[in-house]
């Protein structure tokens, strides 16, 4: 059987950039080179694109970009026709067919949907969810208020825009303060990931500065109440019959999940399965399948949520649509515990991406 080309993008145009760069390099790693051909397509954060061929070590610390001999600048070509990549060298330019993207890019600008409209104009199957889904599981309001129709349970919240806040602040502070039942609460922009510009506030002597910090990410706010407890994941997979993984635990070694508890304080703990009954367990897995659903996913997501301490309620927190694939993330532990190994999860995606464009064999 003829090896599928599979196109690996990291890096991106992202505060996330570093940490893609280390899921790409596992994956790489992981992935069956007897069954794939491999493509190594590189992002600069000033969002240059590269075809790398060099020392994959060369990737985490993003050495790479210093690697002249072997980058070339390349881009998918949104040209249908082309079902590939567009490569320059030396004033000239050739074509590379692609079977299949993977798109290693976490936060804007892999996960908002822009990229996956990229694909999507150049017909090329890719791993993970559409333009659509991408976009309303990446803004935070979109999701709150998607889901909370679904009825999904959400801790409560208030948004507001720049504009908003720009013409009266003192209006939108008193808004949080009219929604929300008290402090804390979490001051979030509405489209980041990995909790960039998140800030846990206690008073409203606080509340503008997280205002200000959260805007400097995203052109809206949403404010949260806090819920106390312990913040559990589930990892899911697949398109008409999703599957959801055994749940797992966090506990941070910082006040908030934060993008540096998470990939860079070796002292926040992944607990696999969570400290949970069995009864929340399979509450939670039902529910990640349910706001799956709603959201229209395919391919993977990671749904995080909080277990409140005291009732067990279950409250979901986000969606990621594209969770971090690094030697120390949830998602592949997760499924790995579930019984599917690294290698394997791979695999399904390709397959899963293949299939969604009736292209599986």
Same mark, same amino acid.
């Given at each position: ?8 993008? *990291?890096?991106?145009?992202?505060? +996330? ?10 994956? #790489? %790693? !992981?992935?069956?080179? %007897? ?9 600069? $954060? ?12 060369? #990737?985490? &610390?993003? +050495?790479? +970009? ?42 804007? !600008?892999?996960? @908002? ?26 803004? $935070?309001? =979109? ?5 909370? *129709? ?12 720049? !504009? @908003?806040?720009?013409? @009266? ?12 039942? /008290? ?7 509405? !489209? ?44 899911v997979l697949g398109d008409e019959s999703p599957i959801a993984s ?8 910082? %006040?908030?999940? @934060?993008? +540096?508890? $998470? ?33 229209? =996913?395919? /391919? ?16 979901? &927190? ?5 969770? /971090? ?7 592949? $532990? ?16 390709? &397959? ?10």
């Amino acid at each position: 059987m003829k090896k599928k080309v599979v196109a690996i993008l *990291f890096g991106g145009a992202s505060s +996330e950039h570093e940490v893609s760069r280390r899921s790409a390099t596992a994956i #790489i %790693e !992981n992935i069956s080179r %007897e069954k794939y051909d491999i493509l190594l397509v590189g992002i600069t $954060k000033k969002g240059e694109w590269f075809l790398y061929s060099g020392d994959v070590a060369k #990737i985490p &610390n993003g +050495e790479w +970009e210093q690697d002249i001999q072997n980058k070339k600048a390349a881009f998918v070509s949104p040209d249908a026709s082309t079902g590939g990549l567009f490569v320059l060298a030396d004033g000239q330019y050739s074509t590379l067919k692609v079977d299949v993207i993977i798109p290693v890019l976490h936060g804007k !600008n892999g996960e @908002d949907g822009t990229i996956q409209g990229l694909f999507q104009l150049a017909k090329i199957p890719f791993v993970g969810c559409d333009l659509l889904s991408s976009a309303t599981c990446m803004d $935070k309001i =979109c999701t709150n208020i998607i889901l909370g *129709f679904a009825g999904v349970k959400k801790a409560r919240f208030a948004f507001f825009t720049k !504009n @908003d806040f720009n013409e @009266d602040a003192e209006r939108c502070l008193d808004h949080v303060e009219k929604t929300l039942p /008290g402090y804390p609460v979490f001051v979030k922009p509405s !489209n980041a990931g990995s909790s960039v510009g998140v800030t846990k506030v206690t008073s409203r002597e606080g509340l503008s500065g997280a205002i200000k910090t959260a805007l400097n990410e995203d052109d809206r706010v949403l404010v949260e109440e806090a819920i106390v407890g312990q913040e559990v994941e589930c990892a899911v997979l697949g398109d008409e019959s999703p599957i959801a993984s055994i749940v797992g635990e966090i506990v941070s070694a910082n %006040e908030i999940y @934060d993008y +540096e508890a $998470k990939y860079i304080n070796d002292n926040s703990k992944l607990y696999i399965p969570a400290h949970i009954g069995d009864e929340v367990s399979k509450r939670i897995r039902e529910i990640a399948i349910k706001a799956y659903k709603t959201m229209s =996913c395919s /391919g993977l997501a990671r749904v995080d949520f909080f277990v409140e301490r005291g009732s067990n309620e279950v409250y979901l &927190n986000e969606i990621n649509t594209f969770p /971090g694939f690094t030697s120390i993330s949830m998602y592949p $532990k997760l499924f790995e515990r579930t019984g599917i190994p690294f290698a394997e999860l791979i695999d399904r995606l390709i &397959n899963l991406a293949l299939k969604r464009a009736n292209l599986d064999e």
